[in-house]
């Protein structure tokens, strides 16, 4: 049973637009999540992390939404540009540091 | 610090032979993680080390992996024998706390 939901395998954005990568999750003990972002022939490298006491966390163009009650986070991009095009994994912990991805949505941004 | 070091990059082996997948954390993180990622399944942990104890080992699939961290700076994952369904990325990845895990490249295992 997945804990950790993407729903979209993938997303298609024009360049300069906003992207919004989704994910759910089931485990109501999660209290930290993280994105991360992955190339072709790469290991995924860390983007972007939220604390469940928080509802948002910025870093430049990416912006991270957390909804507790919803158990639903979202990765906001913008602008979006054609080298933000990668895979992105959701992921959550869960008082230990073991981490539970998602599957994944590959996103592609269109010049 | 060159981050977290994977060998090799890729295996090809034939069915039933022996597997071993090597892992150099990055210096001063006490956390490391071995993870599969396949398509049906996405990013599965293995299994991960604290301060180089095994702490969790439910996600290894079968009697026929193994793993072990003689020391902090060196990790093997080991495969045997091999089946061609073992085929798949695997990484390793190291952390320090919650600010996220790294990753290393992976090794791409095919097993035929």
């Known amino acids: 049973d997945q804990q950790v939901k993407q729903n979209s395998p993938s997303l298609s954005v024009q360049e300069g637009r906003i992207s919004i990568l989704n994910c759910d999750y089931t485990n109501s003990m999660f209290d930290y999540f993280l994105w991360y972002k992955k190339y072709p022939a790469e290991g995924p490298t860390f983007l972007i992390s939220i604390s469940s006491i928080k509802d948002k966390n910025e870093d430049g163009r990416f912006t991270v939404f957390l909804n507790k009650s919803a158990k639903h986070l979202s990765l906001h991009i913008v602008p979006s540009q054609p080298g933000d095009s990668a895979v992105y994994f959701c992921?959550?912990?869960?008082?230990?540091?073991?981490?539970?991805f998602g599957k994944g949505t590959k996103l592609s941004v269109i010049p | 610090d060159a981050g977290v070091i994977q060998s090799p990059r890729h295996e090809v082996t034939e069915m039933g032979q022996e597997v071993t997948l090597r892992c150099k954390p990055i210096s001063g993180h006490d956390y490391l993680f071995w993870y599969r990622q396949t398509m049906m399944r996405g990013l599965e942990l293995l299994i991960y080390?604290?301060?180089?104890?095994?702490?969790?080992d439910s996600g290894m699939p079968e009697d026929r992996f193994s793993a072990k961290m003689p020391n902090a700076s060196f990790s093997n994952l080991k495969i045997q024998p091999s089946e061609p369904r073992d085929s798949a990325v695997y990484f390793c990845?190291?952390?320090?706390?919650?600010?996220?895990?790294?990753f290393g490249q992976g090794t791409r295992l095919t097993v035929v």
């Open positions: 992921a959550a912990i869960a008082g230990s540091y073991q981490l539970t």
């Open positions: 990845a190291s952390s320090k706390g919650v600010s996220g895990a790294f």
């Open positions: 080390f604290n301060n180089n104890v095994p702490i969790d």
